[in-house]
């Protein structure tokens, strides 16, 4: 399991759906919250199309958001 850290930086409206852009949120300085884990993974960029209303106005551009991987088995 890898847990991060990401910032929404953009939001595209195309009407009926938005691409939300989102990148890591990073810290060298070691008394940082975000410090420890960004170490692993200090940059990066991830893009989500949403076409569920409810969804995407759960996002704003400068919010936060933690994101949990988990592998599937699948």
């Known amino acids: 399991m890898v847990t991060a850290k990401f910032k929404v930086t953009l939001i595209s409206d ?3 759906y938005r691409q939300i852009t989102m990148s890591p949120v990073y810290s060298p300085d070691k008394a940082s919250p975000n410090y420890s884990w960004s170490q692993a993974t200090p940059c990066g960029e991830l ?7 409810n969804a995407f106005n759960q996002f704003g551009v400068g919010k936060s958001y933690l994101m949990t991987f988990t592998e599937t088995g699948d």
Request: net charge positive.
């Open 14 to 16: 195309y009407g009926s």
């Open 47 to 53: 893009k989500m199309t949403i076409t569920n209303p």
